[in-house]
């Protein structure tokens, strides 16, 4: 047997059967490892061990006779009397304070939490309690830490548990975690947003509860086919994917919606491989759906687009013939206009020309010849007016003109033009080479004017030259076929061919040469109106070549 | 029938300057004998058919021959040649036709009508003089108008 960790040694002689109880308490009451007091029924502190002077802060002597009640704190101290007396009354070994938390007050004026087991010993002297105190600061501390930590604890799972919370809520997939028996744990947000539910209204309802078969289809499979891919989870501990199902919705106006998922089963398993969960994920593929036309579908489909390019056909002609309407109503504004001008514009000048040649007639001999010259200059500029008008006004019908489109020959229509051109011709020497000229498509009236001002205008340029000389050809040049008039005449400085074409825009003096600067604008406008275009190439004093295209419109002949 | 009110010419025409000129004209060919001027449509058609276009007058004193200006207030000349030209009474009489106009819409549409000539009034006017002077005498010289015996 051990020794007890005590300095005393153990007693032998005194093992003696008439070895007095008190004695023997006191030796006792030294050997418990722990604080113990011995007190009589009066509560009075018989004896102290050691170990209680150490934990109370007390000397034997100040604790010997004193009342037990001094140990107690002062809160608990008034009724502690009574506690004495009443187990006096019923001694028996017990732990003190039923179930109260106990405090020792020590010398000092701290407390101690303490347990305090009592024990009644019968002696020749009376009753005597023997009082073991156990100093519990140790196990309170470390109780209190372990609360402590399992509120810790507690909290950072209930965190946890929110955050996968959120979460699985958050997730963009549509998604609701089902017990074995598939009620609803949880559901993502957006299962919520698409299948028009509210969290708390399907949380810990039955799967086939809060959906139950299909409203709309009543022989729809979907119901049967989820049922049974929920059990073939359940049994198998594997994820399972379902065709893709129509499942109407019930929206919040009461009316169902078609709408079509692809779910899939997945199961979450438990340490032992049970499941646990089922995660039943769903896609809406409505829009897919409705979007790829089944062969069921094409004749609608077609329908649908038909009518839409009807609609649209519709929509776009009624745009052109708004668009003509306004073009039609512009030209009419036009015809006004160049109508109103020739008559109006022209009768001032009517007057001006008629009335200075009156005053020329009647009264020419009266006036010097000087004032003759004026008359004759206020006609010239009458009559260069007129002309400015005329050529204006068939500009600007030319421009409006509504296209007559016809097969052309050109080698006719040339030799017209030359035909009308040859009073110009008299009295001079020109070499008119024409070579075989391309058949052409478009407007003859229209095309005849452009040769007509191309070639008058070879006429005019060449009047200096002793010999004139002018080529007429076609050449094919990519898919264009490309006209041309070549001159020798005067030329032009091809710094300024871009101002050939411009309406009134010239490049020769009108005492050099005549004109109204309206003949070049003519061609470009018509050939412009062909699709075409016209540009020159020249030098000065070396002649000019004109040229001009129709556009594609040979390769259509 | 006193000679004066025979009526060779009518001449229909607004612009008072044009008027003069193409009286200038008519007087310098000898042709200004007897002219009755109506300066808009309705007058021109007044002195053919009346005030109220009913008039029984017979056109024996002609007028030979009618000038006729195409814009014309009131009642343009369109519409006056139209109606002269859908009488019996004045479908024979030749309708020379004066215009500032080169228009083909107004040209085609004059001989439509039945316009007998059609003269486009030039900024010159020697051209427009020697014109009037040669319809002039066409029509009144050389054309026998269809006499209507009463």
Known sequence: MKAFPH?????????????PIDEILHFLVEAIPNAALLANEEGLILHSNKESERLLGYSHDELKGNPVDALVPERFRSQHPAFRKSYARNAESRPMGHGRDLFALRKDGSEIPVEIGLNPVQTAAGLVIVAVIVDISERKRAEEAMQALNADLERRVQERTAMLQTFLESLPGLYIVLTPDFDIVAA????????????KEITGRNLFEVFPDNPTEGGSKATSELRSSLHHVLQNAETHTMPIVRYDIRNLDGEFEERYWSPINSPVLGGSREVRYIIHRVED????????????????????LRERMEAEIF???????EMNRQLEAAN??????????????RAPLRAIDGFS?????????????????????????????????????????LSRRQLEVAPIEMNHLVHDVLTELSPLLEGRSVDIQQ???????????????VWLNLLSNALKYTRRRDSALIEIGSASQGDEMVYFIRDNGTGFDMRYADKLFGVFQRLHRAEDFEGTGVGLAIVQRVVHRHGGRVWADGKVDHGATFYFTLGATHEQI | MNKSEIVELLLVEDNPQDLELTLRALKKANLANSIKIARDGAE???????????DKRTYENGPRIIMLDLKLPKVDGLEVLQRIKADPRTQSIPVVVLTSSKEQIDVTECYKLGANSYIVKPVDFEGFASAVRDLGFYWLLLNQAPRIVG
């Open chain 1, 315 to 321: 929509a776009s002609s009624r745009k052109v013939q």
């Open chain 1, 332 to 345: 009419k504004e036009l015809e006004a206009f160049s109508y109103s001008v020739s008559h109006d514009l």
């Open chain 1, 357 to 397: 040649l009156a005053v020329a007639e009647d009264y020419g001999p009266l006036l010097p010849d000087e004032g003759r010259r004026y008359l004759q200059i206020i006609r010239e500029g009458a009559q260069r007016m007129g002309t400015l008008i005329d050529d204006l006004l068939t500009f600007s019908r």
């Open chain 2, 44 to 54: 021109a058609l007044a002195f053919l058919f009346g005030e109220d276009g009913q």
């Open chain 1, 285 to 304: 593929v409505t829009a897919f759906i409705k979007e790829t036309p089944s062969a069921t579908d094409d004749a609608r489909l077609d329908q649908i």
């Open chain 1, 188 to 199: 993502s947000n957006a299962y919520l947003s698409a299948t028009m539910t509210k969290r």
């Open chain 1, 7 to 19: 300095q005393e040694p153990f007693p032998e002689n005194r093992l003696a059967s008439n070895w």
């Open chain 1, 435 to 449: 070579g075989d000229l391309h058949p052409a498509l478009g407007d003859a009236a229209l095309l005849k004017q």
